[in-house]
């Protein structure tokens, strides 16, 4: 049975909700729905930037203390707005969609511990949306033991399916951290490779007040350091293989603040594409081709400095093949919620390093 099925992503470069409507049974796709997007405004990605301060001393995945109640509530209200506008622009009538996969946003993520937790009130979505709402979606698999983390390499596996690409691939994922999904034949392979977009975002914001190197201007014009990046590189989280997965803040104490803001963040972008790259040594058989998707790939330094890494091997955009690059998530999510309620595995040995192929999930009905 085909779901037409609305997926919606808030990721940890906190800059808004992804949306998008695609039409699947939870193993291929019938077909691309339109996207959509609704930016965070300043304020409230700062309430959201509080609440992921605020959770490092979590321990209980359930507790919404302070700040991190209100984040929760501004995040459940946008992405209700955030669908009400889409289905009205899209001209979409409410009773033709049947589930919404909803991610939340992630504020801490410690699989060693046993804890992940995505904020945002499923049960309060559906009700305000009057559609099935299916969240929670990365809970069980840490549960069972699993990274929890990448959730989205199934859905990069029928993408890469549905366009015929020559296996080994790479579908490399560049949001605030980044991941990839190696693919071949019947071997599924994931993990967070280190930073994305975050740390580069971070230190912009501080030095220039934007949260961007947009189109990744200022890197291009600056020198990256490479002791610098020898020295990050030296992390035990490099030589670890897969499955393995980060939370945002995991490197936020690799200091760039003493560079100029080009070279701060050339250095920051060079870092992204020498540890994506890295993961390499780690996969069964070299890729024929890395496609990068993501925030990450509308930034040509960062894209550049990646395919010189990857070299020989081809480096191609989602774009370059059609995809929608920056709604992959989105689409994601929807493609999850449909398997989960066909009781289809989300997570594998291979991606999250839980032991046996894995369900999740959590269905909120309005």
């Not at 209200?77 to 506008?85: I, S």
């Not at 994305?196 to 890197?219: C, K, Q, S």
């Not at 610098?228 to 393995?244: S, T, V």
Request: charged share 20%; aromatic share 6%; proline share 5%.
């Amino acid at each position: 049975m085909v779901f037409r099925a609305i997926g919606l992503m808030s990721g940890t470069s906190l800059d808004g909700v992804d949306i998008a409507l695609i039409e699947t049974d939870g193993e291929t796709i019938a077909a691309f729905g339109p996207t959509g997007y609704r930016a965070y405004s300043d304020a409230e990605r700062a309430i959201l930037r509080e609440a992921l301060a605020a959770a490092r001393s979590m321990t209980d995945r359930k507790a919404r203390p302070g700040v991190i109640a209100e984040a929760e509530r501004l995040v459940t209200q946008a992405h209700a707005g955030a669908v009400e506008d889409f289905l009205r622009q899209q001209n979409l009538l409410r009773d033709s969609v049947e589930v919404v996969g909803f991610h939340g946003q992630t504020v801490l993520h410690r699989p060693e511990a046993r804890l992940t937790v995505q904020i945002g009130d499923g049960g309060a979505l559906a009700r305000a949306l009057d559609l099935p709402v299916v969240h929670d979606l990365r809970a069980a698999d840490v549960a069972a033991g699993g990274q929890g983390a990448p959730l989205v390499p199934v859905y990069h596996c029928a993408l890469v399916r549905t366009a015929g690409c020559g296996e080994p691939v790479v579908v490399v994922n560049i949001g605030g951290v980044a991941n990839v999904t190696y693919i071949n034949n019947d071997v599924l392979i994931a993990c967070d490779t280190g930073p994305g977009n975050a740390l580069l975002d971070d230190f912009m914001l501080r030095r220039t007040g934007v949260a961007i190197d947009r189109g990744g201007e200022y890197a291009a014009r600056g020198r990256p350091d490479r002791d610098w990046i020898a020295r990050a590189m030296a992390h035990p989280f490099f030589a670890a293989r897969p499955p393995k997965s980060l939370d945002r803040n995991d490197f936020a104490a690799f200091d760039v603040e003493g560079m100029s803001v080009e070279d701060g963040a050339a250095t920051l972008t060079a870092f992204t594409a020498v540890s994506i790259a890295r993961i390499a040594e780690h996969l069964p058989a070299r890729p024929k081709s890395w496609i990068v998707v993501g925030g990450g790939a509308n930034n040509p330094t960062l894209v550049r400095m990646l395919s010189e890494k990857v070299a020989p091997a081809r480096l191609l955009t989602g774009r370059d093949l059609g995809w929608s690059g920056d709604a992959i998530e989105a689409q994601a999510f929807a493609f999850l919620a449909v398997r989960s309620l066909k009781g289809l595995p989300l997570t594998f040995p291979g991606t999250t390093g839980v032991s046996a192929p894995l369900s999740g999930g959590v269905l909120a009905k309005p």
